[in-house]
């Protein structure tokens, strides 16, 4: 057979519908390894070949160029990466699981500690890297191990010093997550159901999901929510091309549809400008931007 389709290797893959913002070219190559085999695989093809290598997770923090991306896009979305199980205190995840199943994992086993996640429309793997979170707390807080794999298929396990967690951030950006360890504590599951409940309200009253968007734009300065920021600078509904400045909250960008990464590009810019301008803040991208 040949190895590109026994690897499950696609061509001109259109990431646009992989994304929460629906924005974007097509992939060089795509491919949703089965197993850890298949993976290791396709990561000795394309270094034989000097093909770049991307993970996507739900695509829900990322900004893909119009042009698309010269490389090879990987998904871990089969089965072989959303194990999840548990012992004691303790959920092992693969990073292929979603935050939502997760949670909702630990709910029925009355553990815990990452209520705060439901409503992050992310896997386990983006919200590693992206060190997730929200209302003062992130899941770095929780994790205690991560298995990941390096580009030459070496598996390498990382505690949790290891993957430098901070603000919006890690340092696992060289790997390709494949688990992680959470460390959670036992609790009642009412309690844990009603926490979840009022977050996910919260986030409602919030957020604004009336259009496409991969949340929150910025990182939030120490001085105050870039949201506030960027709405004192009067920006709130402002469009270019078939992308606007949400009047909900302002650090979230809308696509109406035809967006085009350029658009909310234009936009950014002009966000960063003015809040540098009235208030002397840089804002610092929180959506990861592939060109
Ligand atoms: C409506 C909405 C609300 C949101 N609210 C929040 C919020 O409250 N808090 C918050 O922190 N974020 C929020 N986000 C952003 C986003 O959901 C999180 O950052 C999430 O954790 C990203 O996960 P993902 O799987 O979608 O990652 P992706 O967007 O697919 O990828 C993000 C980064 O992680 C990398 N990556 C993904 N999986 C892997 C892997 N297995 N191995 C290696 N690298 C990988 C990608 O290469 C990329 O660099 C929101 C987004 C939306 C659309």
């Known amino acids: 057979m040949n190895l ?10 259109p990431l646009k519908d992989i994304t929460t913002i629906k924005i974007g070219g097509v992939a060089q190559f795509f491919s949703t390894p089965r197993n850890l085999i298949q993976l290791r695989a396709i990561l000795s093809w394309a270094d034989k070949k000097s093909i770049s290598v991307f993970v996507i997770g739900a695509g829900s923090n990322l900004l893909v160029s119009d042009k698309g991306i010269k490389g090879i896009v990987l998904k871990l979305s089969s089965t072989g990466f959303k194990n999840i199980a548990f012992k004691g205190n303790s959920i092992k995840a693969g990073s292929g699981v979603t935050l939502a199943s997760l949670v909702k994992f630990a709910l029925s086993k009355s553990l815990s500690g990452i209520e705060f996640l439901c409503g992050i429309p992310g896997t386990l793997g983006g919200a590693l ?28 396990k990382l505690s949790r010093e290891d993957a430098k967690f901070g603000y919006r951030k890690s340092g696992l950006k060289n790997y390709i997550l494949l688990s992680a360890g959470i460390r959670l504590k036992k609790g009642n599951r009412e309690i844990i159901r009603r926490n979840i409940k009022d977050y996910l309200l919260k986030r409602r009253k919030s957020q604004d999901f009336t259009f496409y968007n991969a949340g929150c734009i910025f990182k939030n300065p120490k001085v105050m929510p870039a949201g506030k920021l960027i709405e004192l600078c009067g920006l709130k509904g402002r469009a270019k091309g078939g992308a606007f400045i949400s009047n909900k909250h302002a650090n979230f960008i809308l696509n109406k549809g035809k967006a085009k990464a350029c658009d909310v590009l234009s936009l950014m810019k002009l966000m960063k400008m003015k809040v540098k301008r009235k208030f002397g803040v840089v804002l610092e991208p929180e959506i990861r931007v592939w060109r």
């Open 4 to 13: 590109q389709k026994s690897l499950r290797i696609k061509r001109n893959y």
């Open 129 to 156: 890297i992206m060190n997730a979170g929200c209302w003062g707390k992130s899941i770095g807080d929780m994790v205690n191990k991560v298995e990941a794999m390096d580009l030459k298929g070496n598996i390498i």
